[in-house]
């Protein structure tokens, strides 16, 4: 089994919308994909509506965390969505959005960069906006070559010269809304230093012990041997351990399937799941049902 546990469509980041998105996973050869956009869910119905038959959609999203100064991700996947306090603080993370990016679209203008609201909210499009936009919206208007190249101290990366923060949600606290909602709490990319700071491993183990499912081992943004090390960190606090494409579409040069998660450790994560169901692509699915 070929098996992609994280990946974007319009919804937030992504440029597939969920539909091509599931459609593109089949094409590529794998069995299982799951939809993690960022702090929303709102690609669901889509996806599963389009789900080829033969493969399996996991949902799931990608929650936006920092503790002590640190931006992180929590992957959370089967949680029933409709379970209220992890939707009341999806909706919060997602409502500070807008006037985040408008904060560093202030900070660009002020910086002699023309972008534009409109600008931004139009690569958005339906989806929550957020860097990526913007950072696309800097490619566009000749600022920077890759949206990669925007996430930089130039730019937008945390402490940058354009950089806002937002509402982010403390990971102890994320770990408890998803568990309380049947989900599956993953730690994603760990250590993906090029993106900044990262979260010291006594923080990792500190979140095992609250409750924390796994970490997401094998990304594009780790170096072997940051790989390595992880694995070791995994086995000696007792977690799973993920490997995924984050995928984005042509927003990011990363390919689905690029990186794959064991199929022990995605029976692992089904089994622990009470909030919802991987979907079976059936040609005839519904939206996936509560434990």
Request: proline share 5%; aromatic share 4%; with cysteine.
């Amino acid at each position: 089994m070929r098996i992609d546990l994280h990946c974007h469509s319009t919804a937030s980041d992504g440029t597939d919308t969920p539909g091509e998105l599931v459609r593109n996973a089949a094409a590529a050869g794998l069995d299982v994909v799951a939809l993690t956009d960022h702090d929303t869910t709102r690609g669901y119905a889509e996806a599963i509506a389009a789900l080829p038959e033969g493969l399996t959609l996991v949902t799931g999203a990608e929650l936006s965390c920092r503790i002590d100064g640190v931006s992180m991700h929590m992957l959370a996947y089967l949680f029933d969505p409709e379970e209220p306090d992890l939707l009341a603080e999806r909706e919060l993370v997602r409502d500070d959005r807008v006037p985040r990016a408008r904060g560093m679209i202030a900070k660009l203008n002020k910086l002699g960069v023309p972008v534009t609201w409109e600008q931004v909210a139009r690569i958005a499009g339906d989806g929550s906006v957020g860097r990526p936009h913007v950072a696309t919206a800097l490619v566009e208007l000749g600022v920077v070559p890759t949206v990669g190249d925007a996430f930089t101290a130039d730019w937008l990366a945390d402490g940058g010269r354009a950089f806002v923060e937002k509402h982010e949600t403390d990971p102890f606290e994320a770990i408890r809304l998803i568990k309380g909602a049947g989900g599956v709490a993953v730690f994603a990319h760990p250590g993906a230093a090029k993106r900044g700071r990262t979260v010291p491993e006594a923080a990792i183990a500190e979140m095992a012990a609250a409750g924390l499912d796994g970490i997401e081992v094998d990304h594009m943004d780790h170096e072997p041997e940051t790989r390595e090390r992880l694995r070791g960190l995994a086995k000696e606090l007792g977690l799973l351990t993920t490997g995924s494409s984050d995928y984005h579409g042509s927003r990011k040069t990363c390919v689905l399937g690029e990186y794959t998660t064991d199929p022990e450790v995605y029976g692992e994560i089904t089994r622990r799941a009470t909030g919802a169901f991987p979907v079976p692509g059936t040609g005839g699915a519904t939206a996936p049902g509560h434990a």
